[in-house]
């Protein structure tokens, strides 16, 4: 089953992302110059010049792990000549992060890496410095799949040019148990899961009728009509796209992501 390259780039979150603002997390977006992506794209872990990781950013048996110039084998420097220099994208990065309130969650076009997590001493997404958002990227098979196979299943699978960016959300400690996927075919609804759908929790079966509900209305009232890929082919599996998005207790609910028929969640359709 293939999805034209259009379909994949309307799933990207600078495209969708001021169409539906007011229901999605606040987040900056960094255009990528061409030699940030390549070293994004290049093997190994060297931090660019002028990184400093906090002390216990990553896991390790070290005393601190923040200062240039640890051993040589330690991953996150290279030889003199060798490390990057992107002194004004990392200006750009701390002050989107300062913007959005000092933490965030990073992501290219269309995938954050939430992979990668292992090498935060948090385990988590959360960004304070523009050191982490970098690890993050650089250790993530998510982030390597946007730049070099996102168009993998497109007929013609030839990439057509577009502009790499970073994409800085706000962080928000969210519950996986108030995060749902909804299935949409022609701008209508016909299903909806859990967005972490092999993890049992009581209160979405207990729930399950209310949330149903609530996914819908909020589905009507925010979405409906307002994305870019509403006429696909008609095809038993071939959905125009999927949504997740969060219902936290006492709190407005928020778009998370936008992704078309094929991707990774495409099991879960299938199943």
């Known amino acids: 089953m293939a999805v034209s390259t259009e379909e994949v780039l309307n799933c990207a979150i600078p495209k969708w992302y001021d169409n539906l ?7 900056v ?21 002028g990184c400093i990781l906090p002390q216990m950013c990553v896991h390790g048996d070290g005393d601190d792990g923040s200062e240039e110039g640890d051993d040589d ?13 992107f002194t004004d994208l990392l200006g750009e990065m701390e002050r989107g992060i300062a913007t959005l309130g000092g933490a965030v969650v990073p992501k290219l076009n269309w995938s954050a890496p939430k992979d990668a997590t292992w090498i935060i001493s948090s385990n988590t997404l959360k960004c304070t410095c523009a050191s982490e958002v970098l690890l993050l990227l650089k250790s993530s098979d998510f982030v390597a ?19 790499y960016m970073l994409c800085l959300r706000q962080w928000r400690d969210i519950h996986p148990s108030g995060e749902f996927r909804c299935f949409v075919r022609h701008d209508s609804i016909i299903g909806i899961s ?16 209310q949330l149903r509900d609530e996914v819908v209305e909020f589905f009507t009232k925010y979405l409906k009509g307002r994305f870019f ?3 696909c082919e008609p095809h038993p599996l071939k959905l125009s796209h999927t949504l997740s998005w969060i219902i936290p ?18 099991g879960c359709v299938q199943n």
């Open 145 to 163: 799949h946007d730049l070099s196979r996102v168009f993998k299943y497109c007929t013609p699978d030839v990439a057509p040019a577009f502009q």
């Open 73 to 85: 084998d330690d991953g996150w420097s290279g030889e003199e000549g060798e490390v990057p220099e």
């Open 229 to 231: 890929n509403t006429n």
């Open 21 to 27: 603002k007011a229901v999605t997390i606040p987040s």
């Open 194 to 209: 859990q967005r972490h759908y092999t993890q049992h929790f009581d209160f979405v079966v207990s729930h399950k009728d």
């Open 29 to 49: 977006f960094i255009p990528l110059p061409e030699q940030f992506v390549e070293y994004l794209r290049s093997d190994g872990i060297i931090l660019p010049q």
């Open 249 to 266: 207790p006492r709190s407005p609910h928020a778009l998370l992501d936008h992704a078309h028929s094929i991707s990774r969640c495409g």
